[in-house]
Structure formats: C-alpha cells, structure tokens
C-alpha cells in the first residue's frame, strides 16, 4: 500500500459527459502528479500540483483540467469524453521535490472507459 | 528533452534464471534514472533509482542496475528469478528543472514454472 488513495477505481461512460478522478496523497506530501496510462500511448505525463498550485504540465488536453485543494487532495477533471480517452489514470505523489529523493508513490489508478 | 526506450516489450524466464532488462536514455547530462514495477491491477512502484555516485545501484526484492553513460543505459538485472517477479517493469528518467520521470514504454516478464 503506496498510501496515495485513488477514487473511483473504475467508471465507465459514453462520449460527450464529464467525469471526475479523484486522488488523496500520502499524508505529507505536497506534491501530485497526474499521468495517463493508455495502450497506444504508455504512461504520460499530464500535470502536477504543488501545495495547491500548478507546478508542471505535460500533455494534457485542453479537455482536462486538474487542482489540488487546501487540504492537499486532487482532482482530474475529463470532459467532453472520447473514446481515445479511454485508459487508466494514475495519481502519484511525492514528498516535496523530487531532487531530494526522486520517488513518486502512485495510487491504484483510476480505470476509465469510454462507450 | 529526455526519452527512454525499452527495446524488449516481452521478455519470458524460467523462474530460477537470470534476468536482464533494457533501457537506454536520452538526455544531454547526468540524469536521474528510475526502475518502477506495476503487478497487475495495482500502481508502480520504485525498485530502484541512480542521482550520482556508485552506478552499480542496489534495489528492492534483490534487483540491481547499472548505469552505464558510454552507452547511455540503465539495463535491470536479477540473478534468479521468482514468480512473484512477473509484472510490467518500467524504466524512467528524469531531467530537467522538475525532474519530473519520463517513462518507457514498459517490458512485460512473463515467468515460466
């Protein structure tokens, strides 16, 4: 157990509607980062959240929006859905700065499907 | 900016023999380097890291790797595999001003009895 707790573990949806991913970091960590894990595409980079602000950003689309709230917990928000959106999503984070220990701890992933 | 390829998508052991996975980086310095482990149904998890120093680097459930900068690569190794070992291992790299990893595209090991 990572300790990074990542709701809902699945979902299922049709094209057009929005859905919500949620993602509480181990406790004491500022840092999560938001990656998509698709077939086609391996696991990619899409944002991160430090102590409430965005910090990075990767390749996320327009369509995606992501914040972390005061107390620490995230959300990645997926709207007009498309079937390509389709993959898991993970929710990893991190102490403070990944130039102290490198590590990331991810959550079970999120496995979003698109009908 | 940085990339990592993990030539092998598949790699299939006898359980009890040794293991080696590939993974070669792009990058113009010194990066950090990463091996994650994902079993099925459950998030990655690190088995070991390479900053600086010593690039023999010792990991979890007895993995090592080796970072070799002449060739640009971090190839894993076990010498005798379990079948507990089977899972999806990801190789990553991380650079830049966040050091954020950059993953590879993963190599599935499949374990024989």
């Known amino acids: 157990d990572s300790g990074v707790t990542q709701t809902p573990k699945h979902l299922i949806t049709a094209t057009g509607q929005r859905v919500t991913l949620r993602c509480s970091p181990r406790s004491g960590d500022l840092s999560v980062y938001w990656y998509q894990q698709s077939l086609d595409q391996g696991l990619q980079f899409l944002i991160q959240y430090y102590n409430g602000e965005e910090r990075a950003k990767g390749n996320i689309l327009e369509r995606f929006s992501a914040q972390q709230f005061p107390d620490l917990h995230s959300e990645l928000n997926l709207s007009s859905l498309e079937l390509g959106d389709s993959a898991l999503y993970f929710c990893?984070?991190?102490?403070?700065?990944?130039?102290?220990?490198?590590?990331?701890?991810f959550g079970e992933g999120s496995r979003l499907t698109v009908l | 900016a940085q990339s990592v390829t993990q030539p092998d998508i598949h790699i299939t052991v006898s359980e009890g023999a040794s293991l080696e996975l590939r993974c070669n980086y792009s990058y113009g310095a010194t990066p950090y380097l990463f091996w994650y482990v994902q079993s099925p149904g459950q998030g990655l998890q690190l088995l070991l890291k390479?900053?600086?120093?010593?690039?023999l680097v010792q990991g979890i459930k007895g993995f090592e790797a080796e970072f070799k900068r002449s060739q640009s690569s971090f190839n894993l190794r076990k010498p005798s595999v379990h079948w507990s070992d089977a899972a999806e291992y990801f190789c990553?790299?991380?650079?830049?001003?966040?050091?954020?990893?950059?993953f590879g595209r993963g190599t599935s090991l499949i374990v024989h009895p």
């Open positions: 990893a984070s991190s102490v403070v700065s990944l130039l102290d220990t490198g590590e990331l701890f």
């Open positions: 390479y900053f600086s120093g010593d690039t």
């Open positions: 990553a790299v991380g650079a830049g001003g966040s050091y954020i990893p950059t």
